[in-house]
């Protein structure tokens, strides 16, 4: 009965408007406490930090997927457009909706809130994660908060390479597998092999993550000082790439910007050239620049250190192995 009180206090903080932050922060710490004491997770132990790694990017180690829940603009931005999304497909028809959750960490945080409104005749979820002892921990949360009849199952894999046996089944996917400007991690190769799989009406969560090129010269406004626009990346995105010659494709790599003029980015020294995200969960959900850990700037150059008679910047995105930027100056 405790553990349903601390979900209704936090679902009940996450979804008030307008947010009051000195509660919901007081809530997420207890939600926080409820999930570690759930899980038996122990936070500090080495072989809980080990990240995995593979030819697509990193999954994070149990311990750093845990702490994820405490970001508060992050958790709250991603259960708000959730929630909003479960309630659009339960207007749209009568079945339960079927979530498709994908690297859940090791309490499922995304989910959880949602059991307060939802019954499982309501929502339905798979859960796919690949870290082993991710799975553990997993697997006790659902045990012991009584999940079960939420869960259809529990998959152990690589969303990379994974191929799902009923895709057309699910209403919503769901995977919040990213760092800032979409580095190290796994988001964009998970979302390029699940997204064809799936339904072209299925939502997606997250909708939108836009990436800016900046300086880290800030505006009054609090705004990063805009340089260029380089990708909204959602599932329109995924789609138009899909569509590109095989030869494209295979390069694993996105064209951000193309021979662009330096003389165009009015640069002043000391600038450094930045990549900046926002992320649109869903609908009017949005986390800011800066306003959580996925949204802070990721660095590429600074000014110094662009040759001096360079004249364009071409700018790529690429997947493979350490997924980050490729700079050349010419």
Known sequence: MEHLNMLEEVTREILRDPVD????????????????????????????????????????????AAMCLREIQRTRQFVRGLHRAVRECRQRHSRPVHLLYVGTGPYATLLLPLTTQFRPEELRVTLMEVNPRTIDSLNRVVERL???????????????????????????????????????????????????????????????????????????????????????????????????????????????????????LNLEAPDALQVATEIQTYGPNWIRHQECSLTLPWPLVPVQRIPPNATHLTLKYHWRDVPGYRVLFT
């Not at 509660?23 to 899980?39: E, N, P, Y």
């Not at 038996?40 to 994070?60: I, P």
């Not at 092999?193 to 800030?218: A, Y």
Request: hydrophobic fraction near 40%; charge should be negative; aromatic fraction near 8%.
């Open 146 to 264: 009584d999940l079960a009849p939420y869960v259809v199952e529990i998959i152990q894999d690589n969303a990379v390479t994974h191929t799902l046996r009923a895709p057309r089944q699910y209403d919503i996917f769901l995977s919040e597998t990213m760092q800032q400007a979409l580095v190290k991690e796994q988001q964009v190769p998970i979302m390029l092999n699940l997204l064809p799989q799936l339904r072209p009406d299925t939502i997606i969560i997250p909708e939108t993550m836009r990436l800016t090129l900046v300086s880290d010269r800030w505006e009054k406004s609090g705004q990063p000082h805009t340089l260029a626009p380089l990708l909204d990346f959602n599932a329109d995105y995924v789609s138009a790439f899909r569509r590109l010659p095989a030869a494209s494709r295979e390069r694993e790599e996105f064209l951000l910007l193309d021979h662009h003029p330096l003389s165009a």
């Open 21 to 64: 932050y000195r509660r919901l922060h007081r809530a997420i710490q207890g939600f926080d406490g409820l999930m570690a004491a759930t899980s038996s997770l122990d936070l500090d132990a080495e072989e809980n930090r080990d990240n995995l790694h593979f030819t697509s990017g990193k999954a994070l180690g149990t311990t750093w």
